[in-house]
């Protein structure tokens, strides 16, 4: 018996009245046996105390794939676990007896339920701790642990108490690591469709969706929530953070809607987390954002150095997030919100101001809209949170943007009420329903000396935000829309009852009725912005086309400037690329006018603001002493570049399989300094590799990976190549893996 069980001893001996030593002797000052008190039970030495039949438990608990470094075993809380107690001789019912000893965190106290003794039963329910003796041959005792589907979530220290007349044994078993059961229907994450279940708790691998309202495309991401120190990297952030610390704190490990709002701010460096955010577009220090194709390597690397790891954005925090909610058995899937509002001062509007000229004026406002915006669901009751009609989806997300009771945390935050506007149910849901449903207004102002004026609003917008919120559908790659479930149509009654009901909770509801009553004064002409290619490719020229469209019903004259900046995918404005103002042209009643800008790579090339490749365009047409204004945001992408091609049609476990990777150069210039980086899995730990050389313009380049398959199924090798003059290039292959 171990040291650090002395205690327990100690305890039983207080329980009981007997007192035993380390190798469960009787103490001399013992009355003696009679010759018909049976022997002291034992467990058989031989038999390696007790089985705990982890394949079996492994397949029925849906654990079987986690790597653990040390002895423990995974299951799921409400579940039944089999195990076996192999004695040295047979077990009598009448006079044995045979408890578990669990003891859950740091201090365990039978009065808070961290510390549990758990005897037979003769009957079980979902709500109590048990043992149940499934059958007895001879020494052989096969029992199943029941334990409540509220149960604490993390490890539990194990010891198994064996007594039989005067004689007490303690021994130590494996550590018991229980997770959430969605299988379990009295579990508050239960989640009744089987498809959905292996898509969002099972699924090792995923699509992110990144891009604009126009154009977007799935990266591809490893989730490997059962990978090695994954399952432990969650379990850390939780027990280390200060709302569970004490005995009321405790109580919330068992709430998956507390679990995931700890995982929120656990995932972010901002809370002593995992990830480090950085959009500045200077990543010394660590890795740029879009190197990453999966949480493992992360997540590892957080546990090895106990440091967070540089850097991450928005849909990196969102895979980790994932990964971490996986893992502990909360149904979960990343969520891509495009045109995505972020409404710092909780108004549910996004006001952007410009002079006359187009000229953005600053320090007005620092609301923005990011092309995209990546956070997560999770499928969840919210029992005690929220009334049962709100039990589903909720938008939880880690990315450190705004606090939320001092900490950088959000959600969660039912589906249903940001759908309705209402914000006052959940957690931070007037924040995620400004993400999706803001109106986006543009003032036109003038300004005198230090001080500006609102002239007149350049344009309102009401369906520019909350656009093609995307996440991967259930057994397929392919997108799945969400939108409907966060609002409903545009323009619609329901969704301006929606947006009236969010802003009267806003932070200022007495400019409620001035604002829903101000309209912008005669539209006079229309604003359409086209790109040739639709999709623009890096390394291509651009020809922006700005359609003028006269709704007057006379002629009028109109003055067309248009900007060009870079700008971070989340709207902040950088470097000017180009300008373009053209003379003041007549435009006929009911008639269009064209104007072109053409933009080559020479003038953009390297002017990038990070490596999201953002761009966006600011129209602005003047006429009859009035302004309106129009923008465009925009992606570049680089072409599809990348293959990954295996030298098998299936792989065998432990057996050594060919990767080769061939990717192409899109680019008139030379890329240098290029980095490999590889994660998959079930295939291989995350790995970076240094290339040699650079590769000429439009030119193929081909390296060879050795990887060994250590689990079965269909698994996923994702692949990044990085370069000095370009970054994110991915590709990926599947392989399926027998045993």
């Not at 187009?358 to 499928?379: Q, T």
Request: glycine share 8%; net charge negative.
């Amino acid at each position: 018996m171990t040291t650090e069980y002395n205690y327990l001893t100690r305890y039983w001996a207080r329980v009981t009245g007997f007192w035993y030593g380390d190798n469960c002797d009787a103490p001399a000052a013992k009355k003696a046996k009679t010759e018909t008190e049976p022997s002291a039970i034992k467990l058989n030495e031989k038999s390696s105390d007790c089985d705990w039949q982890r394949r079996e438990n492994g397949y029925k608990h849906h654990t079987g794939e986690y790597v653990r470094k040390d002895n423990s075993m995974v299951v799921r809380r409400g579940q039944p676990v089999l195990f076996t107690a192999r004695l040295n001789r047979d077990f009598d019912e009448e006079k044995d007896v045979i408890k578990l000893d669990l003891r859950y965190g740091n201090s365990p106290s039978l009065t808070d339920g961290s510390h549990i003794i758990v005897s037979k039963v003769k009957s079980q329910t979902s709500y109590e701790w048990g043992l149940e003796f499934l059958s007895v041959d001879g020494g052989n005792v096969q029992m199943a642990l029941h334990s409540p589907a509220n149960a604490f979530i993390g490890r539990y220290k194990c010891a198994i108490y064996l007594q039989t007349g005067e004689e007490h044994c303690l021994d130590e078993e494996p550590d018991l690591i229980f997770i959430c059961n969605p299988w379990n229907e009295t579990d508050e994450t239960f989640m009744h469709n089987s498809s959905s279940l292996d898509e969002y708790v099972l699924n090792e691998h995923g699509a992110i969706w990144r891009g604009t309202t126009q154009y977007s495309s799935p990266c591809m991401w490893n989730f490997g929530q059962f990978e090695e120190d994954i399952l432990d990297v969650a379990l850390h952030l939780i027990g280390n953070d200060p709302r569970v610390k004490g005995k009321k704190g405790l109580q919330k490990t068992r709430d998956p809607v507390w679990l995931s709002r700890i995982l929120s701010a656990g995932a972010n460096s901002s809370e002593g987390g995992v990830l480090t955010g950085n959009w500045s577009g200077d990543y010394d220090g660590g890795v740029s954002p879009v190197t990453w194709s999966g949480s493992v390597k992360i997540l590892q690397q957080y546990w090895e150095t106990k440091s967070d790891v540089k850097f991450g954005q928005c849909w990196v925090f969102s895979g980790v997030m994932t990964t971490l909610l996986r893992t502990i058995g909360i149904p979960a899937r990343s969520v891509t919100n495009f045109a995505s509002a972020h409404d710092t001062d909780n108004t549910m509007t996004i006001d952007d101001f410009v002079d006359e000229k187009n000229n953005e004026v600053k320090g007005l406002s620092s609301d923005s809209v990011w092309n995209f915006h990546v956070w997560n669901e999770v499928y969840i009751r919210g029992t005690g949170h929220w009334p049962a009609v709100y039990a589903g989806w909720a938008a939880v997300d880690a990315t450190p943007q705004e606090e939320s009771r001092g900490m950088m945390q959000c959600g969660p935050a039912p589906l249903k009420a940001i759908k309705d506007g209402e914000i006052y149910v959940g957690y931070d849901t007037g924040f995620v329903f400004g993400e999706v449903n803001a109106d986006r207004v543009t003032w036109v102002v003038e300004q005198d000396d230090d001080t500006s004026y609102i002239k007149s609003m350049g344009s309102r917008r009401n369906r520019s935000v909350g656009i093609n919120i995307s996440t991967k559908s259930v057994g397929s790659y392919s997108r799945h829309l969400l939108t409907d479930d966060y609002k409903f149509q545009e323009g619609t009654e329901e969704e301006r009852a929606a947006f009236s009901t969010a802003y009267a909770f806003s932070s200022r509801p007495s400019y409620y009725s001035k604002f829903l009553d101000c309209e912008k004064d005669g539209k006079q002409v229309d604003i359409q912005v086209a790109l040739e290619p639709e999709v623009p490719q890096n390394g291509e020229d651009l020809t922006i086309s700005i359609r003028v469209a006269n709704l007057t019903g006379s002629d009028i004259c109109a003055n067309v400037n248009s900007a060009l900046r870079a700008c971070f995918y989340t709207g902040e404005k950088r470097a000017l690329v180009a300008t373009q103002e053209a003379d003041e042209q007549s435009i006929a009643a009911d008639q269009t006018s064209e104007y072109t800008m053409v933009v080559p790579y020479t003038d953009y090339g390297g002017k990038f603001a990070d490596d999201q490749m953002s761009m966006r365009l600011d129209a602005c047409v003047t006429t009859g002493g009035k302004t309106f204004t129009e923008l465009c945001e925009f992606q570049f992408f680089n072409k599809s570049s990348v293959r990954v091609e295996f030298d098998a049609e299936e792989g065998k476990i432990g057996e050594e399989l060919t990767a080769t990777v061939i990717f192409t150069n899109p680019l008139e210039i030379d890329l240098t300094n290029l980095t490999i980086t590889i994660e998959g899995s079930g295939l291989t730990r995350p790995t970076c590799i240094q290339l040699e050389g650079f590769v000429e313009p439009k030119q193929e380049a081909e390296i060879s990976l050795k990887i060994k398959p250590h689990k079965v199924g269909e698994r996923m090798l994702l692949v990044d190549i990085d370069a000095k003059e370009l970054k994110d290039l991915k590709g990926q292959a599947v392989i399926t893996v027998v045993e």
